[in-house]
């Protein structure tokens, strides 16, 4: 059942793009109550579905996970439950997977025990700050779309060759808001949602939020960044039915934003009036190039059906309900003008404290001054380089209060205070979070979980934008998880001896496992040319393989990806040529900045690998060419001069 309802779910827009997807958001009752969720699936069986609107194709439902922070059925025995009440039927069963609640190895053992039970689309999320519990956040929604990648790739690359199209691996999603309402928080969501992608979102589902101009924004967005991946759009049933309009304008449900305005316009309508902009939302989503809905809010099944048929009736004709759908805050920030033109950002100058922070860092701990090297030496002598004695104790009584003084500090021992800008993401931010904000912010900005502080995301923002590059710096840098073991260690000795995330190897690592003399490479690499024109960009099993040996190989630390396809050059050179090019322009799209080295023994292969390296508008990092035979390197030795390159003579 759950293979079906993947393929499913995967054509409606993972792989086909056809259709505009449904799913319901349903959530379990008071005192752990299922029934909301058993009378929806159960009328939903009852007429097989036939009642939903022929442009509408509902996939699935969604599960949230104790949302609001508050203890409810786990997602997990959700699925138990409808499947065992054979309530499922075809429909994909997608649950929220966040981080609040479990360390890494509790999501680990999640994960696995969804996918044993059939489960492969996911949402994956930070999650909302538990209301009565301590909040883990040892992962955030970046670490955990990664470690998911993770396991995808480990899936792949371990199976067997012929096994690799039908093998089960997660299909995740990411969350965005597109309805914040200042330059900070708005900017901060959107690089978010890069990093997101690239760290292995397949979809998008946006927070909720009633302003049109914004759901517009978002796609607009992605258009110009060429990030072409499923928007679905999160279609709450704003009523007067639940608290949930009061909880949402009163700042209770962080990241939800009402206005005054719409909370008063609420108040004063009918049911029907609310089911009426529900099914506006639906009809704006459809019309402005979202994928599909996710409708939350509604447990009755007839009215699940009402707001779709309401909606198919509306259909592109929504623009004239712009003014019931536009309800955003006094003071709001929009990216782009009613031209659509891109809104020039903040210029912003360094603060005082910003100021101090940098020069202090380059004075003692830039490897590029001597300051840093005076440090070390003494610190060595000392002996505080072993991580005990009293030498080590008073540095680190010293360091855990003026940091904690200074930044918040929390003693994490891996301290990402440079990549953030100065800040401190875990004791500045209510969750502690590896890459700052999530969703909660306010409209002016303020954390949604604690409103006497300033999102350090936005924070960090105003910091970045001080900086020349910090901008473009922010939207790239993806924080790693902190080493769990370094907590309340010294972090700046930590630094200084290389026992932090910036620990580099000083041998530089060439991976090597996409090359074609390797048999099972070589296999599947052979059966992917035989998928014909398009092989490097239809989704395939044995793309999904290149792609997971390029990106693990780029997570594990390696210095350059090289590729090597001579064995296919005995039959054809001309073919080989071909072959490197498209190969290269795999790397650059999956190596996640991790250059390319070109291996071949033909000079051809090689400079047409290294042209197309360069056959793009981003910056690249030098490549990699590798052998270059004595006997023709006057034939290579130019390029070093036409093209930015790194070379091995053999
Ligand atoms: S400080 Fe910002 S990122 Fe941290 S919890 Fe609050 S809103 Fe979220």
Redesign the pocket.
Known sequence: MAAVAKKRFNKAFGKEKNGFVVFAELTGGPNFNYAPIKKFLAAHNQNSGKDIPVDFNFVGITSPQSPGGVANIEPADVHRFVIANNLLGELDFIPHISCKDSNKDGIISLLNAHKAAGVESILALTGD?PVESKGVFELESVGLLDLISRMNNDAIINAKPQTIDSLPTFFAGAAVSPFKYNEESQMQQYFKMEKKIVSGAKFLITQVGWDWKKSVELMKYLKDAQLDIPVIGNVYLLSTITPAPRLMHDIKL?GCFVSDELFEKVCSESVDQHIERAAQQIAMYKSIGAAGVDIGGVHDYGMFISLLKRAAEIGDNWQQFKDNLCWPAKEAFYLYDDAGNRNKLSKLKKTFGHSVFNCFHAAILDPQHKGFHCLKKSMKLLGADKGKGFCYKAFNTFEKSAKYLMFDCEECGDCFLPENFGFC?IG????G?DN??????TAEGK????LD?I????RIYRAAAAEKGGLEKLRRIINKPRNPALEHTASILNYLFGKDHTLKSPLIGIAELVHASIPKTGEIMAKLHSLGDGWDSKPSGELDYIKALIESQAVDGADYIAVNIDQFGETSPAFTVELMKRYVALVRKFSRGVPVCIDSSSNDVLIAGLKEWYNTTEKVAPPLINSIKVYTIENMMPLKKQLTINSSVC
């Open positions: 700050k962080p993401t500045g931010c209510e969750k979070m700052a904000p999530c969703g909660d912010s954390c949604g979980n604690n502080r999102c350090i995301g936005d």
